[in-house]
């Protein structure tokens, strides 16, 4: 189930945190051209393993951290600050519309 984050959270804030709590195996940098092939790698590798995904607003990368993490207990959210989902595509719409700041993507 995924996990996407409407509450406003500082983009470095968020991105250390998740660092303190699990160990980050790889970062996908994209730009406009190569975004679809990055964003297929990422997919590949975050369902082959134990692994949480990360996408933030107005960050052109994926990051991928080892293992399951609590993002509720590590940041404290209520039910009012994030929406789940199993349609894999909305965490990515809802980031690059501006409709929320964060998705964790966990399979």
């Known amino acids: ?15 250390e945190t998740m660092k303190k709590q699990c160990n980050l195996v790889k970062v996908f940098t994209f ?40 993002i509720y207990k590590i940041f404290n959210l209520q039910k009012s600050d994030y929406e789940t989902t199993e349609n894999i595509e909305k965490p990515f719409d809802m980031i690059d519309t501006g409709k929320a700041e964060a998705s964790f993507l966990i399979f």
Not at 1 to 15: C, D, G, R
């Open 31 to 70: 730009d406009g051209f190569s975004k679809y092939s990055v964003k297929k790698e990422f997919l590949d590798k975050l369902q082959k393993g134990n692994y949480t995904g990360l996408y933030m607003k107005n960050v052109n990368q994926f990051y991928l951290f080892d293992g399951q993490i609590d």
């Open 1 to 15: 189930m995924h996990k996407i984050l409407t509450k406003w959270i500082e983009p470095y804030v968020l991105l």
